[in-house]
């Protein structure tokens, strides 16, 4: 993949991680869960980048690797330029300043023991960063951002609902200034009708802040509004990538049909009423599929499938996908 | 299984060697064997000449090693400074003394300790539990000694029915394991009554009470069957709640076992005596930690993954 | 059978206790814990107001007035209210003295074990790996080591005095600590907030005491408070086989060892000090219980 790299803030290049199983006496490593099997992609600066896959297909790993949660195996990770995989305390802490998380489970994302302005405010105390005025006012800044009331301050997170308590997360993140948002299925422990309010809120928060966002999903239902462009990810594997638009009305790849085909359509307005649904399970990633990695679920395979891995192809302007179908 | 059993027997090694370590530093260095074992009058110079024949002036680690390899080679302690014995020999001696005495305890504790732990998850949150939750509480807060004493006191001084002391007949027996059968018995009865409800919460005891059968043949054939399997682990790890009991015990009752040779031996810095014992205890504990593990990793699959 | 397995736990019996029983019970409980409370608040105002409650000195000896027995029992004078011992000291006096003993002895020592025991819990369970393995292994060797036999080569070594076996008893029972802090730090450490505190750049100091370790001192502290107990009993346990508290500092288990000397014809010498340190055990036990429905209502009666 060919990019431009002035207007990309976060660029992932070959990043594989691998999980080494050990046994035996002396435990050693005798194979490994490959979480995430050699990915690249890029986030422009002022994007909104969707991630999207079954559960167990890597897209938390990814976001852990990119928080530098875990250390990864192999691949460069470019922020604003400079690979983070080889930063030192010091100058993790500059990338701490400018990446944030938002993380699954409003639940167990705060800690129960603390107040709300202590879970929000201990990183503007620890790191300084209000200037000229009391940390207090930064808190209720921030709570008032992300549409919580200043009476929320001295309250513990089991007050709260799940919403609220994901309002808090938000604005815990916000706090350090940050430039990106890694939003790790920020609404799938939600209500639905919560889920709009949330999303919408990182939209309204996006413009005001200028922000950049990387959510990650198992719905695709979830990202379709706000996305920009939308990976799609299985078995550690990216099988597509595309705008929000192509994505939806010309799904390449078979995985990618499968998984719109899953989004209950109320209205009927999908076109092709065939419902396609994917047999059996997902192999294990550690020993995932020969070829291609989708091949034993893959409603179009064929002969060349299992035996070559595929290569990103771009099918259209800014449209990859990674099938045997589009070799060239 | 083969892997796991070998590394937990590894660590069983280190342990036994990192506490024969211990208690070498512990006792014979922080004291001169010297002073002890030579009449208060010896001359300094007659002190120099002993400690190079015992080979007290070596480096530490070398008399340690030194130690090490006649224990394990010859099972040589040295011998006892007050009875000039083999240390190792004394202690054998006494230990059949605290094994009947061990057994019997147990044998008295679980015999109560099981069906009260049973009836008290069983009957949850009813009269019954709360009584013998309580009783347990109680129990736990009993001192050991005290007990015994006021068993003393009650059944061999008022009622004049059993004797005080000594281990001629199992008469003798009867107060010391009732003491340190109570000793055990509360902490038995929480760990049954513990164990009895998580295997009452299981899927097929409720599969088995959904299929009709009988309130008494689900606790019995289904129940308690599963419950007992953590109760032999745990008895594998009590081994030194066990031990520290009969210290006292033998203590109190002038019973002649290992735990009142121990407690003797110490105040008479009577050291490769208490080296014996505190090897043979740690030998014992390791030993039922270890089997109760292989024991369990054998019952429910999952701990070997760990 | 750990905690976590015990409070997934519901009702057993089919049929569900009424609420005019949980009413019953609930005040059993309450009554229980406030007659622990109320022998904890008995034993702190002995200790600390022992000058002013005890009738007599306790270390003042009356040879006329020796091995009195209580005022209960035959023979006994109203003015020693709990009888004397073999040199004629007031027996009240020195049980009241001793709660003093008790409690220092009792609490510092699960102080140092807390200290001991928590750091090394935490940094077992937080770093994992190596560390893990050197700290579990210390664990397994204190275990290993039968309690009483460490405690007294350790006092006989270093000598017996209220420091050493406040000492004693500190370096001997921390691994208990260790074990609970542990398994708590990794089930800790993998939540989602402690995730958080690490992308929000706090140092793992930090992250240890002011994320972790609060939501661990509950257990702490229901453990802690059981741990004095034990304390306390194992206190008197070495003060009674000779290797605690010297005479004539007044120490319940040394009381006790004098007491058992003459347990044939003055039963009460034994008898009354033992009972002292049941109690207190006792009531520190109802209060440990209570605080722990209090603070987890998900461990209760494990």
């Known amino acids: 993949m060919i990019h431009n790299h002035t207007d990309s803030i976060l660029e992932v290049r070959g990043l594989k991680k691998y999980f080494p199983i050990k046994t035996g006496v002396l435990k050693k490593t005798t194979g490994f869960v490959k979480a995430v099997d050699d990915i690249s992609f890029i986030l422009r600066r002022g994007e909104t980048l969707g991630v999207v896959g079954e559960s167990g297909c890597g897209k938390s790993t990814v976001a852990r690797c990119l928080m530098k949660l875990y250390d990864i195996t192999e691949g460069a990770i470019y922020f604003n330029g400079k690979n983070i995989a080889n930063f030192t305390d010091s100058k993790l802490l500059d990338y701490r300043m400018m990446v944030q998380m938002i993380f699954q489970d409003p639940y167990a994302s705060l800690n129960p023991r603390m107040r709300v302005k ?84 990182l939209d309204r928060l996006k413009a005001d802040f200028g922000l950049s966002y990387l959510i990650i999903a198992h719905d695709l239902a979830v990202v379709e509004h706000i996305s920009d462009r939308i990976i799609v990810m299985y078995l550690g594997n990216i099988m597509e990538t595309a705008s929000d638009k192509d994505l939806y009305n010309q799904p390449a790849h078979p995985y990618t049909r499968a998984l719109l085909n899953a989004i209950p359509d109320v209205g009927g307005k999908k076109k092709g009423n065939r419902r396609m649904l994917l047999k059996g399970d997902v192999p294990s990633p550690i020993n995932p599929p020969s070829g291609c990695c989708f091949h034993t679920r893959c409603p179009d395979m064929f002969s060349l499938c299992s035996r070559e891995k595929p290569k990103m192809v771009e099918i259209s302007k800014n449209h990859w996908v990674s099938c045997l179908k589009y070799k060239r | 299984m083969k892997a796991y059993i070998i590394r937990r027997l590894f660590q069983a090694i280190a342990v036994c060697l990192a506490i024969s370590m211990i208690s070498f530093f512990l006792l014979f260095l922080n004291s001169d064997p010297a002073l002890l074992l030579l009449p208060p009058e010896a001359e300094i110079g007659d002190i120099e000449i002993f400690k190079k024949s015992m080979g007290l002036d070596r480096p530490v680690l070398i008399q340690y090693l030194t130690f090490l390899k006649k224990v394990l080679l010859h099972g040589d302690f040295g011998n006892s400074f007050v009875s000039k014995i083999p240390a190792l020999d004394l202690m054998i001696e006494r230990i059949p003394a605290t094994l009947k005495l061990s057994l019997l305890a147990v044998l008295l504790a679980n015999a109560l300790a099981i069906p009260m732990g049973m009836i008290s998850a069983v009957k949850r ?123 006292v015990t033998e203590t109190v009752f002038a019973w002649p076992g290992l735990g009142r040779l121990a407690v003797e031996s110490i105040r008479m810095g009577d050291y490769p005596v208490v080296q014996a014992i505190v090897v043979f205890f740690a030998l014992c504990v390791v030993i039922g930690n270890l089997l109760a593990d292989i024991l369990t990793a054998f019952i429910d699959p999952r701990i070997r993954l760990e | 059978m750990s905690y976590e397995t015990i409070m997934t736990v519901p009702h057993i019996n089919q049929k569900k206790p009424s609420s005019l029983f949980k009413i019953l019970r609930k005040m059993w409980d309450l009554k229980l814990g406030m007659i622990g409370g109320v022998i904890i608040a008995g034993m702190l105002i002995c200790a600390v107001g022992a000058q002013l409650i ?38 009240l006096s020195r049980i009241i003295y001793g709660t003093r003993i008790s409690l220092i002895v009792g609490i510092s020592a699960v102080l140092i074990q807390v200290v001991i025991g928590v750091f090394l819990g935490l940094f077992a369970g937080y770093y994992g790996g190596k560390t893990d393995s050197a700290i579990s292994f210390m664990v397994n060797v204190m275990m290993g080591f039968p309690f009483i036999l460490l405690a007294m080569s350790l006092v006989a070594v270093i000598g017996p005095s209220l420091q050493n076996i406040i000492f004693a008893l500190g370096i001997t029972g921390w691994p208990v600590f260790t074990r609970v802090t542990r398994v708590e730090t990794i089930k800790l450490k993998e939540s989602e907030f402690v995730l958080c505190a690490k992308t929000l750049a706090f140092s793992t100091m930090r992250i240890l005491l002011k994320h972790i370790l609060p939501n661990i001192l509950p257990s702490i502290l229901v453990l802690g408070t059981v741990e004095i107990a034990r304390a306390i009993i194992r206190e008197s346990l070495l003060s009674f086989l000779g290797l605690g508290i010297q005479p004539p500092t007044p120490s319940w288990g040394m009381m006790l060892a004098e007491g058992r000397d003459y347990m044939l014809s003055e039963w009460w010498l034994a008898a009354l000090p033992g009972f002292a340190i049941f109690l207190s055990a006792l009531g520190i036990n109802l209060l440990g219980d209570a605080i722990r429905d209090i603070v987890d209502p998900h461990m209760r009666k494990s």
């Not at chain 2, 689900?218 to 007992?228: G, L, P, Q, R, Y």
């Open chain 1, 118 to 201: 202590d879970i929000i405010g201990e990183a503007i105390r620890v790191h300084g960063l209000s200037k000229n005025r009391s940390w207090k006012e930064d808190v209720k800044d921030l709570l008032n951002n992300v549409g919580l009331r200043e009476s929320h301050m001295a309250r513990y997170p089991h007050e709260f609902s799940g919403g609220q308590r994901q309002r808090i997360g938000i604005a815990r993140a916000l706090a350090m200034k940050p430039k990106l948002i890694i939003a790790d299925e920020p609404v799938s422990a939600l209500d639905v009708s919560i889920q709009a309010q949330i999303i919408n809120l």
């Open chain 3, 54 to 91: 005890a009738p007599f000195d306790p270390y003042e000896q009356d040879i006329m007035e020796r091995l009195l027995p209580p005022s209960f029992l035959e023979g006994g004078s109203a003015k020693h209210l709990l009888g004397t011992d073999s040199v004629g000291r007031d027996t």
């Open chain 2, 125 to 247: 949150y009813t009269l019954v539990d709360n009584l013998i939750t309580f009783f347990a509480l109680v129990g736990q807060a009993m001192p050991l000694y005290w007990f015994g004493i006021m068993l003393i006191i009650i059944f061999g001084v008022f009622l004049g029915w059993l004797p005080i002391s000594g281990s001629d007949s199992f008469v003798h027996m009867i107060l010391p394991s009732i003491t340190l059968g109570a000793w055990l018995l509360p902490v038995n009865m929480r760990l049954v009554r513990s164990g009895m409800l998580d295997v009452l919460n299981q899927d097929y005891i409720r599969t088995a009470r959904a299929k009709g059968l009988f309130e008494k043949t689900v606790m019995i054939k289904h129940a308690f069957k599963n419950a007992m399997i953590p109760m032999v682990t745990v008895t594998g790890m009590q081994l030194s709640l066990l031990l520290g009991g009969a210290v």
